[in-house]
């Protein structure tokens, strides 16, 4: 059964610091990954999504990489403004299935 | 533009009584999951569709069912309700089969439940 894992749990950083949010998952036969951003009381946004034949993707300050073989996923985020100040998930699909398995998330606070 | 809602977004209910929520998209979208979100165990899939007179149960199915009659809807009925079933519920859809579908998946903004 894949579990995924977020560390940390919580982060606070101050404005214009550039981060890195780690997500490990335990069965490495994924289709794909993807991040998500979800604020307080709504629902999840999709940042990025890394199909298991890539390396990274990149969306504007924000970089995902993914390394399959040891079960790793990071999502960096450059220059980091208060509006980033929420939760970020990742959460892997596995190859053969539809449904995606997510980690516990990762609460992002970036004091202005 | 293509989205996917939710209904009710708050709802409160007593131990027993039958409850469902709403979710539809207008997508197209051949897959549609339903998500609970708990502090402490992050999302748990409770049920899934892959297309019409397709449903699935997830790890967390126990006291829900769902029904897909056509390709925008799916319902998810609490038989009756539980205090263990108060949580915040996420509808999310994604294209396609398992050829050339990109896999990314969407979510509505949340029906939020309480069970008294």
């Known amino acids: 059964k894949q579990e995924v894992t977020q560390i940390p749990a919580a982060l606070s950083v101050p404005e214009g610091e550039n981060l890195v949010l780690n997500c490990s998952f335990t069965d490495s036969a994924i289709y794909n990954l993807q991040w998500f951003r979800q604020d307080p009381g709504k629902g999840l946004t999709s940042l990025l999504l890394?199909?298991?034949?890539?390396r990274e993707q990149t969306s504007g300050r924000l970089n995902a990489s993914l390394d399959k073989s040891s079960g790793r996923s990071t999502l960096y985020i450059a220059a980091s403004q208060p509006g980033d100040s929420a939760t970020y998930l990742c959460a892997v699909r596995d190859t053969g299935r539809r449904a995606l398995t997510f980690g516990s998330g990762t609460r992002l606070q970036v004091q202005p | 533009d293509a989205e996917i809602t939710q209904s009710p977004r708050h709802k409160i209910t007593e131990t027993g009584r039958q409850v469902t929520l709403a979710c539809h998209q207008t997508?197209?979208?051949?897959?549609m999951f339903w998500y609970r979100q708990d502090l402490g165990h992050g999302l748990r899939l409770i049920h899934y569709s892959y297309g019409v007179q397709d449903t699935n149960k997830g790890e967390v199915s126990d006291g829900y069912s769902v029904s897909r009659s056509n390709t925008e809807d799916l319902p998810l009925t609490l038989e009756s309700a539980a205090s263990s079933q108060t949580s915040v519920y996420f509808c999310?859809?994604?294209?396609?089969?398992?050829?050339?579908?990109?896999?990314?998946?969407?979510f509505g903004e949340g029906s939020r439940l309480t069970v008294l």
């Open positions: 997508w197209n979208h051949n897959n």
């Open positions: 890394i199909q298991s034949s890539q």
């Open positions: 999310a859809s994604s294209e396609g089969g398992m050829v050339a579908d990109t896999g990314e998946l969407f």
